[in-house]
Nanobody, 125 residues
Framework: QVQLVESGGGLVQAGGSLRVSCAAS????????MGWFRQAPGKEREFVAA????????YYADSVKGRFTISRDNAKNTVYLQMNSLKPEDTAVYYC??????????????????WGQGTQVTVSS
């Protein structure tokens, strides 16, 4: 059983930066691709970013490309999402997820094995 715990959310002004983290339990973290998703009020959950098992490959939604950076530290069983130039439309609950496969494609196509509980990110205008 894997547990994913997000942290680092909060309130930030537009144009600001925030980093959210996701700590994973278990010994298989480094074997799986990881992803970040978000869900705004009244909207469906959407893909944000993905990173392959080694950290060597990443993939982003067009809406965050150039502003967000996903990274991972396999020694710490942690994946990060650095968010810069934040916009009010980035306001959402951010979730991390572990893919059943190794590559970024496994994140975008699924299935996803485990989800965190989410962390709220609010960007004020």
């Amino acid at each position: 059983q894997v547990q994913l715990v997000e942290s680092g959310g909060g309130l930030v002004q537009a144009g600001g930066s925030l980093r959210v983290s996701c700590a994973a339990s278990g010994r298989t973290f480094s074997s799986h691709a990881m992803g970040w998703f978000r869900q705004a009020p009244g909207k469906e959950r959407e893909f944000v970013a993905a990173i392959g098992w080694s950290g060597g490959s990443t993939y982003y939604a067009d809406s965050v490309k150039g502003r967000f950076t996903i990274s991972r530290d396999n020694a710490k069983n942690t994946v990060y999402l650095q968010m810069n130039s934040l916009k009010p439309e980035d306001t959402a609950v951010y979730y991390c997820a572990q893919a059943t496969g190794h590559t970024t494609v496994a994140v975008t196509t699924g299935p996803l094995g485990y989800w965190g509980q989410g962390t709220q990110v609010t960007v004020s205008s």
